[in-house]
């Protein structure tokens, strides 16, 4: 067992909860683990960023000392993997080797780097009474977060919890539970040695699937978000399930929308881009909507992406242009496809767009090529999604590009994060009043 | 029937539900009002200042000269409860009278004199390659607001949900049906005079209690957020039911510490205030805790309070100093009593406190008397609630105390809306995003 090994080379870890394969416990452990992430919230929501940012040090430097012991746990992950059958694409998720492990600590450093959210006024102002009232940034709580294939999550997303003051509570996937329970020791070396409470940072010590329920049902409201990172069958579950709030986003049918008015070399290189540039990130295009009196633009737009090797599903205008589109189906227009394939079709102005958009659209991103200032606004105002884009690549959907240093994803829900979720975005606030004796009349 | 008055009085309300009382169609009808509301948060949320001014200055308008309909209504509402051997003050909750309708009308000039938060910018950073990235305020969506026998709420969260730019469905209590369809039909007018969607403020058609059921679970994806206004029951039933978020407070179980370095004179003055000014408010004080000391000022302050009338249950140290004083159990430290009644407790210092505010309390409201301010800043660090004060009364719990104008509630979650939920706190955000035709390397 991998914990039996760290617990060997990190001489005794305390950790509160062993590996656990038997269900009858699970409620009781994660009871007991929700009630322990909740106290060890109030121990962060007051530790100085300096101790939060010893923490994150000693983390990235044990997550680089015990490099061999998470890809030994590692190994043994992948073994199984591959025994049970799983795909070559599901493989290189799971797999670590010595630069992914560098690359996890690296990522812990650049968490480390950040500025702390906690404690920053938001606005401050005087009442007639000579009240002060400042709204004032505080860390959110306790963060649920469920993932799958890739242990990396467990480092990037307990770094980014702690930076915030937030316990968190991480369950991985099956197929990655001893790779995440090694990473998962390194973490709580560091907490240890920055002598912050092990609880700031649970794994789930058990690969019971009944522990992603019960995390789901809140753990006696000691779960205050929940963050899945995964497939859409795990974000759908979540958002079908939980019973606390989720930050996450089921689809980005991303859109670009080339205006008549559109600079055509401009619309040939963000479109190459947005589509193609990754064809598995949420911020890809999904969908081209070509303005009708872009027409003239249609054809080369579409030759360029099918010789770049993109499958076409086009309307009938689109079809026209090149033998080699195929149909689109109603449905294509509501499909993140996360691959060489984009839906087309021509649409009467930005009115058109914005329609298509807000019928079939995900409220994720959505980007227009124009060079007509007020048709830009008109889009950027009327399109309802986390982030609309003028003359930009939708592939900047992005926590990094955005200059937030660090995501734990991108969120579609309308309330409190809504777009990258940054360490400013796991936080909360509270009013601190300040007066002299007021009193209410 | 009160719909058809107004009917005649207002000519075609084109309403697009009538009352209706049967359970079979309220799944379809509140389906309908879930799709229609989601419509009409569209051209909402792309309404100018001006439009939704002048639909809220035809509802105060209305309002008024509705005021003798509106009234009848109420009559036939309040002589129902009576039959139904409602309390007194069940009864006061529910009955309108001119100068309450009038104060109505009032509140909602009030929200239209409010600024309007759409649009506002609320960040904007430009990136090193030359894009720039604003974080732009935005409506919240659909809200879902479920209340009990105060019709007034009908108009006070229907004007600051337009105001917001949102969509909303009101279910207001059984008891006040014939009130709340009276006042609604007067804000429908409003809208209509300006030309907004009637959809934009609904009222469920029905008593049929199935429809709270329905809107708790969000009405196909078709409501964002709900909040209940009313007894500890409704919230409670919002909290455990709701597949959706919610802004609410179960509890306002308010602290006031009065510090070894407390000003006596001050410490009277604001517990008094906190305690007694009205004990029927969320912010009313229900525990006081006094440091040890301050043992020199537990006597005069309990004396204070008993002989204003306010019933008293103390520990040991307090039962000591005045025999009036009952002893408290373990149930009052965590009891909102919404009357003449406190608990009283020695602590040992600020530390003493939080940990019993923390131990006790709902996280809502909590303040400190000390003139050390040292000791001040550790309370309102520490203490996790949506609101601490510092030498001020804690019945300031209100968006009006705190210059929101107007509020929708107060509440104790930890996302997106914290404390009091004004018009600012009915928006949400998203990311408006300009280049000149950055793609992403």
Redesign the interface.
């Known amino acids: 067992m991998v914990e039996t090994r760290h617990d060997e080379r990190m001489s005794p870890v305390n950790a509160p909860f062993k590996a656990v394969d038997n269900s009858a416990d699970v409620a009781v452990i994660m009871a007991e683990i929700g009630v322990q992430a909740r106290a060890a919230m109030?121990v962060l929501?007051?530790a100085s960023e300096t101790r939060k940012n010893a923490a994150l040090a000693a983390m990235a430097a044990e997550l680089r000392s015990a490099s061999a012991a998470i890809l030994a746990a590692n190994l043994e992950d992948v073994a199984e993997a591959r025994a049970g059958g799983a795909t070559a694409a599901y493989l290189d998720r799971l797999t670590l080797d010595d630069k992914r492990v560098a690359a996890i600590a690296d990522g812990v450093d650049a968490v480390r780097a950040l500025k702390d959210p906690v404690g920053a006024v938001l606005e401050s102002?005087t009442?007639p009474n000579g009240?002060t009232?400042a709204r004032v940034r505080?860390p959110?709580?306790v963060i649920g977060v469920i993932y799958e294939s890739r242990p990396n999550v467990t480092a990037d997303a307990g770094a980014l919890c702690l930076k915030a003051g937030n316990a968190v509570i991480l369950r991985g996937g099956s197929d990655s539970f001893r790779s995440s329970q090694a990473i998962h020791a390194a973490l709580v070396a560091g907490l240890r040695a920055a002598g912050l409470p092990e609880a700031a940072i649970s794994l789930v010590p058990t690969r019971d699937r009944a522990a992603v329920g019960l995390m789901l049902g809140g753990l006696d409201g000691n779960v205050?978000?929940i963050v899945p990172r995964g497939g859409k069958g795990l974000v759908a579950r979540v958002q079908t399930e939980a019973?606390v709030?989720v930050f996450a986003h089921l689809d980005g049918n991303c859109h670009i929308y080339i205006d008549g008015a559109a600079?055509p070399d401009?619309a040939r290189?963000?479109l190459?881009?947005?589509k193609l540039?990754r064809t598995g990130v949420c911020g890809a295009a999904e969908t081209l909507l070509v303005d009708r009196k872009a027409q003239s633009q249609l054809a080369p737009l579409v030759k360029m992406l099918l010789d770049a090797g993109c499958e076409v599903r086009g309307d009938a205008d689109t079809r026209n242009v090149d033998a080699r589109v195929k149909p689109a189906s109603e449905a294509d227009w509501a499909t993140e496809f996360l691959d060489a394939i984009i839906a087309a079709k021509v649409v009467d102005g930005v009115d058109g767009a914005i329609a298509h958009i807000?019928s079939h659209g995900s409220h994720h991103t959505d980007a227009i090529i124009t060079d007509d200032k007020a048709v830009?606004e008109k889009f950027?105002?009327?399109v309802?999604?986390?982030?609309?884009?003028?003359?930009?690549?939708t592939?900047?959907a992005?926590g990094g590009?955005?200059?937030f240093g660090a995501e734990i994803g991108i969120a579609t829900g309308?309330?409190?994060a809504?777009?990258p979720v940054g360490v400013e975005q796991l936080t909360?606030?509270?009013?601190?009043?300040?007066?002299?004796?007021?009193?209410?009349p």
């Open positions: 109030r929501a007051l102002w009442r009240m009232i505080v959110l709580g205050d978000v019973r709030p600079n401009m290189t963000i190459l881009n947005a540039r807000e830009a950027l105002n009327e309802d999604s986390a982030i609309v884009l003028h003359n930009a690549s592939q900047f992005d590009e955005f200059g309308r309330l409190h809504r777009g909360t606030f509270k009013y601190r009043v300040r007066g002299t004796g007021q009193i209410r």
